[in-house]
């Protein structure tokens, strides 16, 4: 019976994936992108935190430049009502009444100022 225990205990030690302190889940995953991804996310993660510090600064005129940022960044700008005066005239483009050598330009037309996905 000892030796079960002897053996049982042996087996036990050494290095065993997954032991130990987990990483940060941040820097974890900055290791696995290139070097210049992680610089630029962990810039990031910093800059965050310190529009976090500035908005519980106690400066009122600080505090609320840094909410309204982070408030932009997080839902956007409120939108803004836009008054039209005048009318709107809708035409239609008849291209049956257009020449094949017209369609060829519009169609070029087009395709030149289309940006490639």
Request: charged fraction near 25%.
């Amino acid at each position: 019976m000892l030796d079960n225990q002897t053996q049982s205990n042996g087996s036990r030690g050494g290095k065993r994936a997954g032991a130990g302190r987990k990483p940060s889940t941040i820097k974890g995953i900055a290791k696995k992108l290139p070097k210049f991804s992680a610089e630029l996310l962990l810039t990031e993660i910093k800059a965050n935190q310190k529009l976090v510090q500035l908005a519980s600064c106690g400066e009122p005129a600080v505090e609320l430049q840094a909410i309204k940022f982070l408030w932009e960044q997080a839902y956007g700008r409120p939108k803004q009502a836009i008054q039209h005066e005048g009318s709107v005239e809708h035409r239609h483009l008849d291209l049956s009444r257009m020449s094949d050598e017209d369609l060829y330009k519009v169609r070029d037309l087009i395709e030149s100022s289309v940006t490639p996905s």
